[in-house]
DNA sequence: CTATATAAACGACATAAGTTGTCTAAACAT
DNA sequence: ATGTTTAGACAACTTATGTCGTTTATATAG
């Protein structure tokens, strides 16, 4: 039974899953995710197969732990922290959600497009997008008498639907031009967005 | 490389499939998805393992068939035509997705209770969910400037995300309280709430 | 009813996935 | 510095996956 991924205080493992991590970045760049075998990702990493699982269950098991670290990662470059007011904290996670799936940030995540729409990636990225949501919300905020658990899930999904989508759409259009837009289809959804409604009254 | 499970004409086709399929609902409810190998599927259904491969690329694409073929039938029960009309077709989309989650409908949907969280069914789920909405929806509608499919998209990930969440709470309220909830938290995305949203301009 | 085509059965094969147990080496506390 | 703890290397093994070619049975058209 493999560790969490975070917290790993032993130098040995942090290596040997930076070395798997890398491994696996690199041969996406070539091959597509179901392409490679356990195997090819050891050998790349110089690492005996059997230690492979002492780390992750299956190959799935390291792309989920890439993906979510790679885009916490993403966010954190945008400053987003977690504890961060509602709206402004909404625009950049959708911001990162679409720069994550175009892979604009070289390195990390360019490899990752391919396997973008790998369900176990998208179930993962949801997952940290909700984390965020999840740590702007009011606690015990309702919306509409459902508890924030399934506000954040729900809006969470929303965004990265709304931002697959788009990836998906031949000729889109910007970055910049769909999130604000996605932000006016989602924010309704939020507790800080209704109050905001309710203030104001009659919108445009 | 197989055939599209709609539309085959050779009833051997359909046997085989439908043994196959009975057979992973069966084994279902003793096993999780992922501890059931091919061959115990094909051992179940009587059906040798190569013939297996003549039908699905593999296990997974059984399991995608399965849950897009119970979802339709669900939906089908409860008639929601495609073409319905949106607010009433939304309701009963997701309560047709709470009842599948719950498994209510023994029988065909209540094998995937364990699974139904596996990603790969997930997707097959707000697919599913999508085509209905993309269905009701007035022809290039836009809500923020977003084209109908990114609207569809969104919605459908939302419900089915709400559905979840509510789904994974412990002591959670009946179907028939969510449904509207969910219904309120996401009807403002959809084209044809905005404007009833717009006449109304002062709700409850 | 017969001919054709098409699906399933079957056996065999190569490859990959996981598991287990032992031994070695690195980490870290005292 | 030393001993205990724990991770990695390695080999061997079991099981599962996916493919291929041939043979047999069934469906359907004429």
Redesign the interface.
């Known amino acids: 039974m493999p560790i969490s991924d975070c917290e790993v205080r032993d130098p040995r493992m942090r290596r040997t899953r930076q070395l798997l991590q890398g491994a696996l970045r690199t041969l996406m760049q070539s091959k597509s995710f179901d392409e490679i075998a356990v195997q090819d990702i050891t050998e790349a990493a110089t690492v005996n197969r059997a230690t492979f699982y002492d780390h992750y269950t299956d190959k799935y098991a390291l792309l989920e732990s890439m993906v979510a670290g790679g885009f916490h990662q993403l966010l954190h470059e945008r400053n987003v922290s977690y504890d961060g007011s509602c709206p402004a904290a909404v625009s950049a996670v959708i911001l990162a959600t679409c720069d994550y799936l175009t892979g604009t940030k070289a390195g990390d995540t360019a490899c990752q497009r391919q396997s973008a729409f790998e369900?176990?990636v998208?179930?993962a990225v949801?997952a940290a997008i909700r984390r965020v949501l999840m740590a702007g919300m009011p606690k015990s905020a309702s919306?509409?008498?459902?508890?924030p658990?399934?506000?954040?899930?729900?809006?969470?999904?929303?965004?990265?639907?709304?931002v697959?989508?788009?990836f998906n759409?031949p000729e889109r259009p910007s970055a910049e031009y769909?999130v604000p837009?996605?932000m006016?289809?989602?924010l309704?959804?939020l507790p800080s967005a209704t109050s905001i409604e309710a203030s104001v009254?009659?919108h445009r």
């Open positions: 369900p176990l998208e179930a949801t919306v509409a008498d459902l508890p658990e399934v506000i954040a899930t729900a809006a969470s999904w929303a965004i990265y639907g709304a697959k989508e788009w759409t769909v837009r996605i006016q289809l989602v309704p959804m009254s009659g």
